[in-house]
């Protein structure tokens, strides 16, 4: 149990920079595909 607490907020730091990782893609991505789509 001591293992798993001692894990949590790592865990937790890990997923919240993925997800901030994959917002800025995502917003970045949106206006990558809108100015590829006016090229072509």
């Known amino acids: 149990q001591s ?15 993925l997800i901030r990782t994959m917002y800025y893609l995502i917003t970045h991505n949106k206006l990558y595909d809108y100015t590829s789509t006016q090229n072509r």
Do not use: D, E, L, M
Not at 8 to 17: F, Q
């Open 3 to 17: 293992q798993v607490t001692s894990t949590k907020p790592h865990t937790i730091a890990s997923i919240h920079r």
